[in-house]
């Protein structure tokens, strides 16, 4: 019964490049959130997804970030042109399909961008 | 945005000593939780806390939530090194799913 799977785990990009981060949930779970973590920082909420739905992106930067959630497949987060700036660790969960207010969310080990 | 502020940022102690951390949110909200990261890990859930409870316990750990001061407490009895982590607290409010984090603290017990 495998956890939240993400990879890479590591990613090294040059500026200008696009990364691509995927995470699959765990089994019978029905909803995939994604956060940043600056290093000696909290989580920073991004993004909060079902299949081919997107329910809440307020935490998604304007522009060059996009996430989905595919009918099959994992979840994909998306950084186009990618800074400095962007060098985090990126962390997916997930929870199954939901008692509102008391989500409970499995994280997975997280993927770490590094922008050169 | 962040909704929860952490206190203290970091805490240093002995193996056997107690240790309390607290949190501090700023809108009404559902529950809170805690949860754990070890270095260059994904975070694990520790406990929930409903906002129509006071105080929860599991195992070493003991909660407090006073929703008049917005404020919540982990205390983590009889520390071990193996307890050495940072820890979160998070929130869910009104209709949303969201979990938004707290900064966190970073507790160090020394053997």
């Known amino acids: 019964n495998a956890g939240v799977m993400q990879n890479p785990r590591h990613l090294v990009r040059r500026r200008g490049q696009e990364a691509r981060l995927r995470c699959s949930p765990m089994?019978?779970?029905?909803?995939v959130y994604w956060y940043r973590q600056l290093p000696e920082e909290g989580l920073k909420f991004m993004v909060y997804?079902?299949?081919?739905?997107?329910?809440?992106e307020s935490g998604m930067p304007k522009e060059r970030f996009s996430a989905e959630f595919p009918k099959e497949g994992p979840s994909i987060l998306r950084i186009q042109q990618v800074v400095r700036g962007d060098s985090a660790a990126y962390f997916c969960?997930?929870?199954?399909?939901?008692?509102?207010?008391?989500?409970?969310?499995?994280f997975g080990a997280g993927s770490r961008l590094t922008v050169l | 945005s962040q909704q929860g502020e952490e206190d203290p940022q970091a805490l240093s102690i002995q193996e056997g000593e107690n240790a309390t951390m607290n949190c501090s949110y700023k809108?009404?909200?559902?529950?809170l939780q805690w949860y754990r990261q070890n270095s260059g890990r994904g975070l694990v859930h520790l406990i929930l806390?409903?906002?129509?409870?006071r105080e929860k316990h599991s195992g070493r750990l003991r909660v407090t939530l006073d929703t008049s001061k917005k404020s919540s407490s982990l205390l983590i009895t009889a520390s071990r090194a193996a307890d050495t982590a940072s820890y979160f607290c998070?929130?869910?409010?009104?209709?949303?799913?969201?979990?938004?984090f707290g900064t966190g603290t970073r507790l160090q017990v020394f053997p």
């Open positions: 809108t009404s909200i559902n529950n």
């Open positions: 089994k019978g779970h029905s909803h």
């Open positions: 806390i409903r906002s129509n409870e």
């Open positions: 997804l079902q299949k081919e739905n997107i329910i809440d």
């Open positions: 998070a929130t869910i409010s009104g209709n949303t799913d969201k979990l938004i």
């Open positions: 969960a997930s929870s199954p399909p939901k008692i509102t207010g008391a989500n409970v969310l499995t």
